[in-house]
């Protein structure tokens, strides 16, 4: 299993910006599916957004305009760019990846994102 650490979590007031990181422990170019969840406490994981080698990117309908995912090889590193933040982007927010599709996902410990009104 790869390793995930995601960074970038904080506090801030509706319509602001945050920029979450997750750096993998090997090459992610290994890793040709990458994504980013969201888990609030009485909800079903959400998958946020998601990301391929190809650059195909897709998103949940609740971020598309606001949230951006894009990956970056060479420093194995997958970012998620939220603009427009809403009280109800509250969660904790995870990274998972698959090496393969016969095989089972990585994921991250998680941070948490909390957005005031």
């Known amino acids: 299993q790869v390793q995930l650490v995601e960074s970038g979590g904080g506090l801030v007031q509706a319509g602001g910006s945050l920029r979450l990181s997750c750096a993998a422990s090997e090459n992610i170019f290994s890793l040709p599916i990458m994504g980013w969840y969201r888990q609030t406490p009485g909800k079903q994981r959400e998958l946020v957004a998601q990301?391929?080698?190809?650059?195909?990117?897709s998103y949940a309908d609740s971020v598309k305009g606001r949230f951006a995912i894009s990956r970056d090889n060479a420093k194995s590193t997958v970012y998620l760019q939220m603009n427009s933040l809403k009280p109800d982007d509250t969660a904790v927010y995870l990274c998972?990846?698959?090496?393969?599709?016969?095989?089972?996902?990585?994921w991250g410990q998680g941070t948490q994102v909390t957005v005031s009104s």
């Open positions: 990301i391929t080698n190809s650059g195909h990117k």
């Open positions: 998972n990846a698959w090496r393969n599709v016969f095989g089972s996902p990585s």
